[in-house]
């Protein structure tokens, strides 16, 4: 089923088989030509569940938009692209799909992982387990790259381009300001806190979403139309939540880290997550793998924050409190 959001706004949610996640919320906007926001990944349950709403909705073709790179959100560019359509994203995260249809990208990931602690051999290649490999689009995709400020007018709305970089590098949001309507991709989710992740040529992941944060903040939003979970009723409290949940993280780690020298997987090991687990070794590997890129997230941030000291010992890094 459908559902209708507001005039020529639908929202269809994608199943996202045994993700934490669970589903992926689509939006469609209808009019002279469509568009279709994020298309969930690239297997079988999710394309039918995405043909069914163009089905439902009587519509055969669309323009894509992809709010960022992750594979929940373009997996299925490639199969709901025909020869007419247009695909929308920022360029770092375009940049970014189409080198992840490549192998390269994950071996620099796996890399990264290791460097920041993550077990070499535990997982045979560590990127093995990681969804957004298994599930991503797998062809190279002509973008159409828009930038800050770009307007696209669909459905009777202007929607301007927000980049919103911390969940991913090129992570965008679109804001009618007529409407005060933003699709905020996973820039703010109501049920869940985004996953704020180490990337290929990032070094300081949670303080560009802190300040994306702080920009959308500044827009007149009533209406909030995010990716995944519930709608969030009133997003300048939930963005203010989240400010607050950062914050209490970073205070988290300093005292894990203690007097102590560790990686970013041990501080992971320690942290508190909401996970149905007894302990870190019962943990999935895909979930180990996003803790520890979390972890890494807030070190990054006390590193430059000066806070904490980052030194490198046989290719990985450890990190101790700074001492003043
Ligand atoms: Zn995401």
Same mark, same amino acid.
């Given at each position: 089923m459908v559902t209708k959001i507001t005039k020529n706004i639908y929202k269809k949610v994608l199943p996202l088989p045994? @993700?934490?996640?669970?589903e992926i919320n689509a939006y469609i906007i209808t009019g002279e030509r469509n568009i279709l926001i994020d298309t969930g990944f690239n297997r079988p349950e999710c394309e039918e569940a995405l043909k069914s709403a163009f089905e439902e909705l009587g519509i055969n073709s669309a323009d894509l938009l992809i709010t960022h790179l992750h594979s929940d959100h373009c997996g299925l560019v490639a199969k709901f692209a025909d020869n007419n359509s247009i695909i929308y994203s920022s360029e770092t995260d375009g940049e970014l799909i189409n080198f992840e249809s490549g192998n390269l990208y994950w071996k620099m990931l796996d890399d990264l992982f290791i460097k920041y602690?993550?077990?070499?051999a535990e997982f045979g290649r @560590? *990127? +093995?387990? !990681?969804p957004g490999r298994k599930y991503c689009n797998k062809d190279r995709i002509n973008f159409t790259y828009i930038s800050e400020g770009d307007i696209l007018k669909y459905g009777g709305y202007e929607l301007k381009v927000v980049l919103t970089p911390? !969940? *991913?590098?090129g992570h965008m949001c679109l804001y009618d300001e007529k409407n005060k309507i933003l699709f905020c991709g996973d820039h703010i989710l109501g049920t869940i806190t985004p996953n704020i992740c180490i990337e290929i040529g990032v070094e300081n992941p949670l303080n560009d979403y802190i300040q994306s944060l702080k920009k959308i903040e500044k827009l007149d939003v009533k209406l909030l139309l995010s990716a995944h979970g519930t709608p969030v009723e009133n997003m300048y409290d939930r963005i203010n939540e989240l400010y607050k949940h950062h914050e209490q993280r970073l205070n988290e780690v300093l005292s894990i880290l203690g007097n102590e020298s560790k990686t970013a997987y041990m501080t992971a090991e320690k942290m508190t997550w909401e996970? +149905?687990?007894? @302990?870190w070794n019962d943990f999935p590997a895909p979930q180990k793998w996003f803790a520890t890129g979390e972890a890494v997230s807030h070190l990054q941030y006390l590193y430059f924050l000066g806070k904490v000291v980052k030194e490198e010992k046989n290719g990985v890094y450890f990190y101790r409190v700074k001492k003043d």
């Open positions: 045994n @993700n934490p996640l669970r602690g993550f077990p070499k @560590n *990127t +093995d387990i !990681h911390g !969940h *991913t590098p996970i +149905d687990c007894k @302990n």
